[in-house]
């Protein structure tokens, strides 16, 4: 039936679970009974009618205590509470129908004696736990269903974190680079048309990487850093020769994952405020180092750091380095935050990540170097 395949696949193993038991109590029961109190087969017959009604009645249980489930825990309990009356009158009017009423005892008055006695003796212990017992196995598997599905929402979330990070990091290439790099190309279809193309081809370079980065999988180190000197090249043919960049990489880290464009703000940043506003200039330092396992990342410059208008140090509100922060501390946890500098020499902005890919340092290095032969 298709309303079988409806039901989730743990409600159907516990309903199957629970008429198990009690199939091994019944029998194991009316096994005793018939050999040392009765020695009469409706004994038997008797316990497998009880059974297959008790079987019905748990469906019900479960039923019962879904819709329940929906109303606050004072109406819970009350409706389990009348669920065990209701399945006590049943489950012993039917005891009673099978071991008395079918011997000839149909008066009312002896039902009630019957029921009387039944509620003084184990027996109706015994029912009022298979309700219970029910109850209880449908309450523990939707706690750890609301357990499981916590974890789903957190994992969730987290996607959508990442993807809210994906849309921002999109963002993150300002609009005014666009615009600057676009009067650029405009000059120098007139003076330098080969020029103007490599320009083009860097800024689809750009782009292409930008837009790659949607689907969330971090990048090498080594592509990143490619994708920052077509930045800075670009930076460079507005701002000419008052733009430098000098970069120290440790071979050995060229393999290292991280998230796509984690740098990119970092040396926007130097240049929108450290550099750009100095008359002179300056230059912008990459620097990666290993140390064991621990990798620094710092992007410095020498522009007018704490002399700047807006100083960055730490408390901007600026959305590329708040992005970035929070990236990193989502990647690598709250220790590889972003550590700001802001002097008289230039601003400083730093990070740690631990490098956990387990890769032979002295293998990846020999790979990478020919990599950039």
Avoid at 118 to 144: E, K, M, N, P
Wanted: net charge neutral.
């Amino acid at each position: 039936m298709k309303w079988l395949d409806a039901i989730p696949r743990i409600w159907k193993r516990a309903y199957l679970l629970i008429c198990l038991w009690y199939a091994i109590n019944f029998t194991i029961s009316a096994v005793l009974e018939w050999r040392l109190v009765k020695p009469e087969y409706y004994v038997l017959w008797t316990a497998l009618f009880l059974l297959e009604a008790l079987c019905v009645f748990i469906l019900l249980i479960f039923i019962w205590s879904h819709w329940l489930f929906k109303f606050s825990y004072a109406w819970q309990v009350t409706g389990h509470v009348l669920g065990i009356i209701i399945f006590f009158l049943v489950m012993g009017t039917l005891s009673y129908y099978f071991t008395d009423y079918l011997e000839g005892f149909v008066y009312l008055d002896h039902w009630k004696e019957y029921m009387v006695g039944l509620l003084g003796s184990w027996d109706a212990l015994r029912i009022h736990d298979q309700y219970i017992i029910t109850v209880g196995v449908y309450y523990v598997i939707r706690y750890f269903q609301g357990l499981q599905s916590q974890e789903q929402e957190k994992s969730e979330l987290a996607i959508r974190n990442k993807e809210m990070q994906i849309s921002l990091l999109k963002s993150q290439i300002n609009p005014h680079f666009l615009f600057n790099t676009l009067n650029s190309i405009s000059t120098l279809v007139h003076t330098s048309k080969e020029q103007a193309r490599k320009v083009i081809s860097q800024l689809s370079d750009i782009f292409r990487y930008a837009l790659d980065s949607h689907n969330g999988e971090m990048v090498k180190l080594v592509h990143e850093i490619e994708f920052i000197e077509n930045y800075v090249r670009i930076q460079q043919v507005r701002f000419g020769d008052r733009l430098k960049f000098q970069k120290d990489i440790d071979a050995t880290c060229l393999g290292v994952s991280l998230p796509p464009m984690i740098l990119q703000p970092l040396v926007e940043n130097s240049v929108k405020y450290g550099i750009a506003p100095k008359d002179e200039g300056g230059t912008i330092f990459l620097t990666v180092r290993r140390s064991g396992s621990v990798i620094f990342f710092e992007v410095k410059d020498d522009g007018l750091g704490s002399k700047a208008k807006k100083v960055l140090d730490g408390s901007s509100s600026g959305v590329g380095m708040i992005n970035t922060d929070l990236r990193l501390k989502s990647y690598f946890g709250v220790q590889s935050h972003l550590r700001v500098l802001a002097t008289d020499h230039g601003y400083s902005v730093s990070f740690f990540i631990e490098d956990k890919s387990g890769v032979n340092k002295h293998v990846q290095k020999s790979i990478l170097e020919n990599q950039l032969l």
